[in-house]
């Protein structure tokens, strides 16, 4: 079996970066891909302006504190001031421009309005030069990248993209996933059980991760226990769609068909890694017609105990659909942090632990690590990478994995 890196490097080495791209307003790229460079239209800020409300000075007239100018002008964002005169101030406002011949800005909180003199102030500081002045292009220059292909668009990315001018944006269009279920034991919220059923979370949870990832998602639903079900759906899945995926059917049992069906309707490339929860894994592909120049769809099989099935699509699905986007950063966070709980049981194959971080900073472990209990990361905030063989000693460093950095 590979190993967990053996696997995503496997995945990563056939995933190709989708080539069509559209252009959407700014507004309406929130979560998407950006397809090219982007250059600033402006200089931002596009004057030298002020950081901070207060007085704008020349530094030749305040040597010492104490200074007294006189207030020859008042400055508001939005308004050009006048050449600053020797021996004055202006009174100026946050973002407002400096007037040329000012060299430093003095905060209102060091300075004093001497009594019945409201034409002038006292600097009570001796200023450096440049003091609390943003410089024109400081944080944008015309004509230069703003922001850099493969980028992902989060709000503050649309912020910078605003303030550079940019009204629309050419992102990658959304990769498609298709995604289908197995198991004749599984029925949907709000049907009844038959004797033995259980209800479908892995639907919501692998569907709800594809969307936070910006894909286009297809249900295609709950697949008969069927080899020739099972190839149907995967016919029907490959039209027009990126990505497959799945959940149940991949181990090896006589109601398993996720593997022939695979293999007749495409090909397989890899079957079951070295990790625990989610042994089971098939990645391939799938021909979308008879006709080679049509194409193939990737195909990902994950477990369908919940957890496995969770685990798996962040460990290696998320990174596939990454690469599939384009994205300039794959590979999640991952932070050293202490372990304050005992985990004895060393196992041969690499486990992801479900984890939560608790109020001393340490990271407590959910009681029942069973493949089953999907409660365990609903209840955690993220996975301990415990490498094969390894066990863990309470006080141990681990490498811990936010469900943050996982889900985005």
Same mark, same amino acid.
């Given at each position: 079996?590979?190993?967990?890196?053996?696997?995503?490097?496997?995945?990563?080495?056939?995933? =190709?970066?989708?080539?069509?791209?559209?252009?959407?307003?700014t507004q309406a790229a929130l979560g998407r891909i950006l397809a090219e460079n982007v250059n600033s239209l402006v200089d931002v800020p596009p004057l030298d302006n002020t950081a901070m409300d207060g007085y704008a000075v020349r530094?030749?007239?305040?040597?010492?504190?104490?200074?007294?100018?006189?207030?020859?002008?008042?400055?508001?964002?939005?308004?050009?001031?006048?050449?600053?005169?020797?021996?004055?101030?202006?009174?100026?406002?946050?973002?407002?421009?400096?007037?040329?011949?000012?060299?430093?800005?003095?905060?209102?909180?060091?300075?004093?309005?001497?009594?019945?003199?409201?034409?002038?102030?006292?600097?009570?500081?001796? *200023?450096?030069?440049?003091?609390? @002045?943003?410089?024109?292009?400081?944080?944008?220059?015309?004509?230069?990248?703003? +922001?850099?292909?493969?980028?992902?668009?989060?709000? =503050?990315?649309?912020?910078?993209?605003?303030?550079?001018?940019?009204?629309?944006?050419?992102?990658?269009?959304?990769?498609?996933?298709?995604?289908?279920?197995?198991?004749?034991?599984?029925?949907?919220?709000?049907?009844?059980?038959?004797?033995?059923? @259980?209800?479908?979370?892995?639907?919501?949870?692998?569907?709800?991760?594809?969307?936070?990832?910006?894909?286009?998602?297809?249900?295609?639903?709950?697949?008969?226990?069927?080899?020739?079900?099972?190839?149907?759906?995967?016919?029907?899945?490959?039209?027009?769609?990126?990505?497959? @995926?799945?959940?149940?059917?991949?181990?090896?049992?006589?109601?398993?068909?996720?593997?022939?069906?695979?293999?007749?309707?495409?090909?397989?490339?890899?079957? =079951?890694?070295?990790?625990? *929860?989610?042994?089971?894994?098939?990645?391939?592909?799938?021909?979308?017609?008879?006709?080679?120049?049509?194409?193939?769809?990737?195909?990902?099989?994950?477990?369908?105990?919940?957890?496995?099935?969770?685990?798996?699509?962040?460990?290696?699905?998320?990174?596939?659909?990454?690469?599939?986007?384009?994205?300039?950063? @794959?590979?999640?966070?991952?932070?050293?942090?202490?372990?304050?709980?005992?985990?004895?049981?060393?196992?041969?194959?690499?486990?992801?632990?479900?984890?939560?971080?608790?109020?001393?900073?340490?990271?407590?472990?959910?009681?029942? =690590?069973?493949?089953?209990? +999907?409660?365990?990361?609903?209840?955690?905030?993220? +996975?301990?990478?415990?490498?094969?063989?390894?066990?863990?000693?309470?006080?141990?460093?681990?490498?811990?994995?936010?469900?943050?950095?996982?889900?985005?």
């Amino acid at each position: 079996m590979l190993t967990a890196q053996q696997a995503i490097d496997h995945l990563l080495s056939h995933a =190709q970066t989708v080539t069509e791209s559209e252009e959407v307003k700014t507004q309406a790229a929130l979560g998407r891909i950006l397809a090219e460079n982007v250059n600033s239209l402006v200089d931002v800020p596009p004057l030298d302006n002020t950081a901070m409300d207060g007085y704008a000075v020349r530094i030749a007239d305040v040597h010492v504190p104490g200074a007294i100018l006189r207030i020859a002008q008042r400055i508001p964002a939005g308004s050009i001031g006048t050449q600053l005169e020797p021996s004055t101030a202006a009174r100026i406002f946050t973002g407002a421009p400096v007037p040329s011949g000012a060299d430093a800005i003095v905060m209102q909180e060091d300075c004093t309005l001497p009594e019945g003199q409201v034409e002038q102030v006292q600097i009570n500081v001796t *200023p450096a030069v440049g003091q609390w @002045i943003r410089r024109k292009g400081e944080d944008l220059t015309a004509g230069k990248t703003a +922001l850099v292909a493969g980028t992902f668009l989060r709000p =503050q990315e649309l912020g910078v993209a605003a303030s550079a001018g940019l009204t629309h944006l050419s992102v990658k269009r959304r990769v498609r996933v298709a995604a289908f279920f197995t198991g004749d034991e599984l029925a949907l919220p709000g049907e009844p059980l038959k004797p033995g059923g @259980i209800y479908n979370s892995n639907r919501d949870t692998l569907l709800a991760c594809l969307k936070s990832l910006g894909c286009d998602a297809t249900d295609l639903g709950i697949v008969p226990d069927r080899l020739d079900a099972t190839r149907q759906a995967l016919r029907q899945a490959s039209k027009g769609h990126d990505l497959i @995926i799945t959940s149940g059917g991949v181990s090896v049992g006589e109601e398993d068909h996720i593997k022939p069906a695979v293999t007749a309707e495409g090909r397989l490339d890899l079957w =079951q890694i070295a990790i625990k *929860p989610g042994k089971p894994l098939a990645f391939g592909a799938v021909r979308k017609s008879d006709k080679p120049e049509d194409g193939e769809a990737w195909f990902i099989g994950l477990p369908g105990n919940p957890v496995s099935s969770f685990v798996t699509f962040l460990l290696f699905v998320r990174p596939f659909i990454l690469k599939l986007q384009g994205r300039d950063v @794959i590979a999640p966070q991952s932070y050293p942090m202490r372990a304050d709980f005992d985990w004895l049981k060393a196992d041969r194959r690499n486990e992801f632990l479900r984890v939560k971080i608790n109020s001393q900073g340490g990271l407590d472990l959910f009681p029942n =690590q069973s493949s089953g209990v +999907l409660t365990s990361a609903s209840w955690g905030d993220g +996975l301990v990478d415990c490498p094969p063989g390894e066990a863990i000693k309470a006080g141990d460093m681990v490498k811990y994995i936010p469900f943050s950095a996982l889900l985005s």
